[in-house]
T-cell receptor
């Protein structure tokens, strides 16, 4: 069975610090996708990134970067120079099975203090 | 493109009443997923539908909950005889599906916050 683990429940940093959020996805599937979503205090779910297991190349988008290591099943997300507006709950979520339903990790609450 | 539209944004029901939550997928998306987020918890899959068909309802509670996605109109999540424990945020996501092994992703609505009093 698949298992998604976000071991960090809460992280608190001061503005401008870098922060890395961890996600481990255990699966027997040889190919798979992973999604990251952000849920700010307003409650909506904001899509951040989609990655697949074929591509272990790191990806950078502005202050965001993603590091995917298939050998350790880890898919980590780094925010560089964090800002107060980054305060949110961050979820990683792989689609599973034949239906593509997402299984969400427990989420990591990030608090960025001014 | 207006995105995935969910309404109402907030819904208050008394115990025993019915709640009807609506989700209009993005244009061109024929796959709809419903998720529930209980207070202080993560998101849990409930049901997956395509037009006029329930494909996977493995996450739906056995009683009082039902879902549909008719040929015309929005997808509806219906909760009969609501109880306090049904208070949660309910999210709908739509997808164009996947072909050739490529997953084209999901677009979430803003959610419906159901409060049972």
């Amino acid at each position: 069975a698949q298992k998604v683990t976000q071991a960090q429940t809460e992280i608190s940093v001061v503005e401008k610090e870098d922060v890395t959020l961890d996600c481990v996805y255990e699966t027997r599937d040889t190919t798979y996708y992973l999604f990251w979503y952000k849920q700010p205090p307003s409650g909506e779910l904001v899509f951040l990134i989609r990655r697949n297991s074929f591509d272990e190349q790191n990806e950078i988008s502005g202050r965001y970067s993603w590091n995917f290591q298939k050998s350790t099943s880890s898919f980590n997300f780094t925010i560089t120079a964090s800002q107060v507006v980054d305060s949110a709950v961050y979820f990683c979520a792989p689609p599973t099975g034949n239906t593509g339903k997402l299984i969400f990790g427990q989420g990591t609450t990030l608090q960025v203090k001014p | 493109n207006a995105g995935v539209m969910q309404n109402p944004r907030h819904l208050v029901r008394r115990r025993g009443q019915e709640a009807r939550l609506r989700c209009s997928p993005m244009k061109g998306h024929s796959h709809v997923y419903w998720y529930r987020q209980l207070p202080e918890e993560g998101l849990k899959f409930m049901v997956y539908l395509q037009k006029e068909n329930i494909i996977d309802e493995s996450g739906m509670p056995k009683e009082r909950f039902s879902a549909e996605f008719p040929k015309e109109g929005p997808s509806i999540l219906r909760i009969q005889q609501v109880v306090r424990g049904d208070s949660a945020a309910y999210f709908c996501a739509s997808s164009p599906g996947w072909t050739g092994g490529i997953n084209y992703g999901y677009t979430f609505g803003s959610g419906t916050r159901l409060t049972v009093v």
